[in-house]
């Protein structure tokens, strides 16, 4: 699971979209990687139907819904703690202004303002909006753009079942005997596109990034679909 939307607190609003895009890429390829090595792991097993079915499906409805509940539990407790900070700093404002107002100026000239130019620009925004001021120079923190936790939840919740469909329908569409290499193809190129992807907005090498999840994810595939055999040739299920 990612959160890579949380690294940045300080990131521009350009920034944050790249991040979300990114998370909801990766989100994508744990679907992927999940429900592809368990339909591919029963497959295995049986050429039933419906046991690859139900499988698939409540392969991709368990992923998604544990991605969004980690989504929305990590993403609580980061607004909680913003809340608190955001509480914090309105006390602070209304007990000691002067104090407040002191750091603002000097936040501003560690910026590399003149002394003069600093303690205007403090004044000037200690005027217009004291707690936005103090909140994005000391913390970084803008109070209209708080991430909502049911936003993150859902969106990481459709970014696994857009990422799960594909393996679930490599799975069940083709005749029995190009069921698994049909899914091994069908999950190698997305994961390979999926990597690049990422990879690219994140600024990293698209080429290394395809490599590491194509190759992670033939392992995968290959580890469930063999125990998948073993167990069903040897009877056990
Ligand atoms: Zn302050």
Known sequence: MSQTHTDEPHGTGLGQRLNWLRAGVLGANDGIVSVASLVVGVAGATTDNAALLIAGLAGLIGGAISMALGEYV????QRD???ALIAKERE?????PEQELAELTELYR?????????H???VELTAHDALAAHLEVELGIDQDDLVNPWHAALS???AFTAGAILPLLAILLPPPAWRVPVTFAA???ALAATGALAARIGGSSPVRSSIRLVIGGALALAATWLIG????TTGVV
């Open 229 to 232: 055999t073993l167990l069903g």
């Open 74 to 77: 990590s993403v609580s407790s």
């Open 156 to 158: 990481s919740a459709i």
């Open 110 to 118: 560690q910026r590399g303002l003149s002394e003069q130019t600093a």
């Open 92 to 96: 602070e404002l209304r007990t000691m």
């Open 81 to 83: 703690s913003e809340h």
């Open 120 to 122: 205007q620009v403090a």
């Open 187 to 189: 999950v190698l190129v």
